[in-house]
């Protein structure tokens, strides 16, 4: 089952968050982090930060405001656009908490930026953004600089191309309907979502409920975004899901944090996150944060060896993730830590890494801490037309493949919903490592690992609300004399 996602969509210049009508006029409408964090505890599945006068300066402004939003108590996936233009700004905007980046004005002027960011980045992390305009019926130009300049590209083959390069997801923005509140464009949606394989998301022009309604008769259709209807006050996330669910069933998710509680239970530790130049890390520390930990960044070999708890987070390409950490010799600290027996947690990427071999953009040598490979969800075409896509995004179930007690999912109930955001996944040779699997349209695949010492999870707990809060805090519970691993 694919659930669509709702994505609170904040447009900011300077320090404020605007609206306006087809992307002129623009008003304020409130600060960043407080609409944020109100989306957030109404049940948003995501946010799209989008820095609309980045074109007049060269470069996103942003990084201080997703700092200030992962600081404090936002716990979802954050995608940031405008302005990026290098992969060192895609870098920065990722470290300072961001989780998908979403790119326009340098994709059309180089189409073959795209294809380097998904090579160094992975293409779960890059969103192609298309600002569209009608020309005539059944056609449609790309448009940059917030909607004012031409492109002469035509909006359909060149979604096609971004998708050839190897982009995970797609924002189509209306310009036309921008801020109209008359609805979304659906013949542009419609006909987007039907010429790519990869995750679409809707916006500009969203008024009502009904409109959302409209919008998800596409089954092709992975996310809504939505922007006037939140922030003048008509409606809340969780009144629009409730809408929905009604009509669509379990293709709408009330938020995975809904029925937990984390508790007031803290941790006097120190907890290493080892930073190696892949993603996003502000947030996974921020998230011990909240138990009174001391999460830090490290990377040195002395710092992996002598850490109390480990944690290899990650976003992006196996190759790269791997180079990264071999150019210092973290790997091998990495490996003598396990052999230790000290708590050693994956995530994304960094759970992947643990694992022996990887296929992804060629075949290249992992960790081999846990016996097996990574390999790439089939595009099985039977199922395209019932929405599903690669990558898989949004919030999925995971499920017991054994006992979860005394595992980082203790505090969970099964079939728990987590947030995922990959095209690839584990397969690991004994099924005694398997702790959790997730059905994604009929691929049963390994979710969260367990061997000894060492966890792993494909989801990203910092950015699943109070369940991922709470895997984190079980990690934090777990003795570091357990027994060794052999490695």
């Not at 996974?284 to 850490?307: D, H, M, S, W, Y």
């Not at 990887?358 to 075949?363: I, L, P, W």
Request: charged share 25%; net charge neutral; with cysteine.
């Amino acid at each position: 089952m694919r659930n669509v996602r709702i994505i609170p969509r904040l447009d900011i210049k300077g320090p404020n968050v605007i609206k306006g009508i087809q992307l002129e006029g623009l008003r304020i409408v409130g600060k960043p982090y407080d609409l944020a964090r109100r989306y957030y505890n109404e049940g948003a599945d995501e946010l799209i930060y989008m820095d609309v006068v980045a074109s007049l300066y060269n470069r996103n402004n942003l990084a201080h405001i997703v700092e200030e939003t992962t600081e404090k108590d936002v716990f979802i996936p954050i995608t940031v656009g405008g302005g990026l233009r290098t992969i060192e700004d895609i870098n920065n905007i990722l470290r300072s908490g961001a989780d998908k980046v979403a790119i326009n004005t340098a994709a059309v002027k180089d189409p073959g930026f795209l294809k380097l960011a998904v090579e160094t980045f992975g293409s779960s992390t890059i969103v192609l953004s298309v600002e569209a305009k009608k020309i005539f019926p059944g056609k449609w130009e790309a448009y940059v600089d917030n909607g004012r300049q031409r492109t002469g590209l035509d909006v359909v083959e060149w979604v096609k191309k971004a998708e050839s390069l190897g982009v995970g997801e797609i924002l189509v923005t209306s310009v036309d309907n921008e801020g109209t509140r008359q609805g979304y464009d659906i013949d542009l949606i419609n006909v987007v979502s039907e010429v790519v394989s990869v995750p679409v998301i809707a916006s500009g022009g969203v008024g009502n409920v009904k409109h959302m309604e409209k919008c998800m008769l596409n089954k092709r259709v992975d996310g809504m975004a939505v922007a006037s209807i939140l922030h003048y006050g008509d409606s809340k996330v969780g009144e629009l899901k409730s809408e929905l669910l009604k009509v669509f069933g379990q293709r709408i998710k009330h938020g995975a944090w809904d029925d937990v509680e984390i508790g007031q239970e803290t941790f006097d530790c120190e907890v290493s996150i080892v930073d190696y130049n892949c993603g996003n890390l502000r947030s996974v520390k921020n998230a011990f944060k909240q138990f009174g930990a001391r999460p830090k960044l490290i990377n040195t070999i002395e710092e992996i060896l002598n850490a109390e708890f480990l944690v290899l987070p990650g976003v992006g390409a196996f190759e790269t993730g791997m180079k990264n950490l071999k150019a210092k010799g973290l790997d091998r600290a990495i490996l003598e830590y396990a052999r230790q027996g000290k708590p050693l947690l994956g995530i994304c990427l960094g759970m992947q890494l643990l694992m022996e071999k990887s296929y992804e953009f060629g075949t290249y040598d992992g960790l081999g801490i846990i016996a097996g490979d990574v390999v790439k969800f089939d595009l099985k075409q039977d199922l395209i037309k019932d929405g599903y896509k690669v990558p898989h995004v949004g919030w999925n179930s995971i499920s017991q493949a054994k006992g979860w007690e005394g595992s980082i999912l203790a505090s969970l109930p099964n079939n728990c919903d987590t947030y995922f955001v990959h095209s690839y996944f584990v397969r690991p040779d004994n099924k005694e490592d398997i702790l959790a699997t997730t059905n994604y349209f009929g691929n049963i695949f390994c979710s969260a690992i367990q061997r000894d010492n060492i966890f792993g999870c494909q989801f990203h707990p910092e950015k699943s609300g109070k369940a991922g809060l709470l895997i984190l805090k079980e990690f934090l519970k777990i003795s570091n004399k357990r027994e060794v691993v052999n490695v």
